[in-house]
Nanobody, 121 residues
């Protein structure tokens, strides 16, 4: 089995920072893209940031200049450093990873359980 476990969410005042982590574990052969999504109440889930296995990053316009995605391939972990947080960043944040298991070696997208981020004004 493969599992993604997120941590680092919480309550922060506007202008503050949080760092989210997402660790993949299990019978993993390789991990390609690792992403962060978020879903606010009443809204669709949206991509916040993505990073390839080689470190190429992509950001939503709302995240550019404030959020930084990074990964530690040795630890199968992806991070999201969020600075200058705004109330509109309040959402459940989910990590997603394209993982190929040891057996069968077929890539599949796995999701974490989500972590709540609340930014107060």
């Amino acid at each position: 089995q493969v599992q993604l476990v997120e941590s680092g969410g919480g309550l922060v005042q506007a202008g503050g920072s949080l760092r989210l982590s997402c660790a993949a574990s299990g019978s993993i052969f390789s991990i390609n893209a690792m992403d962060w999504y978020r879903q606010a109440p009443g809204k669709q889930r949206e991509l916040v940031a993505a990073i390839t296995s080689r470190g190429t990053t992509t950001y939503a316009d709302s995240a550019k200049g404030r959020f930084t995605i990074s990964r530690d391939n040795a630890k199968n972990t992806v991070y999201l450093q969020m600075n200058s947080l705004k109330p509109e960043d309040t959402a459940v944040y989910y990590c997603r990873a394209e993982i190929t298991k040891q057996d069968p070696r077929v890539p599949y997208a796995y999701w974490g359980q989500g972590t709540q981020v609340t930014v107060s004004s």
